[in-house]
């Protein structure tokens, strides 16, 4: 009798401890040691295949669990190398947006190319994929990246209004594209180009300068530089 007892209560205390090690985590650091070319790591994102992508103050590199691959930027500005956003596109091309512009990832010449600079010639914020199109939010307004071809959205017929500052995308129901901004939140009617408004106003102020936005189910979050979440 006292030896199933005990057997009992061993068992218990190895469930226990399993339970446990079951709820730890284990932290582990990536540095220059390790591979990584620059210790600023502004942006993650995981690709369909796996791969870790780290958008840094100079580079993009491809974590794959063990190693680090690098892809450097060229130009000789380096604080407009520093990369805001990365995505990747069904056909598996990776895309990334900086101070400099728009670059794709040529994965046959292992370069990064920078795409039509001559018309986004300015900082590019975010980055939105969805069914083969590519959103590029930008400090001059939407640009919308489809077959080759591209077409700029102007939210303010002022180019350089903090409206055009397009901080944050995000899909909505339907076909409403969502679009944070430095001066209020945006959708657009991707069907007919139709853009509305969105203001947060408290008193006599609007609160309006937004930068990431999240979409959960009907609700969208919006992140904000000194309001926190609305």
Known sequence: MKNIQRYILILLLLLSTASVYSDSYAFRGLSVADGLSDLLVNVIYKD???YVWLGTGSSLERFDGVHIKHYTISGTNEKLKRINAITGMSDGQIWMGNGMGLWRLDKGQDTLVHIVPE????????????????YVGTEKGLFIHKAGKLEQVLLDKNTFSATNTVMGLCKGEGDLLWMTTGNGLYSLSISDRKVTTYHNIKGDKHVCAFNHIVRIGVTLYLATMEQGII
């Open 48 to 50: 369909a295949d796996g």
């Open 119 to 134: 018309k986004i010639d300015c900082q590019v914020h975010s980055l939105l994929e969805d069914n083969g199109v590519l």
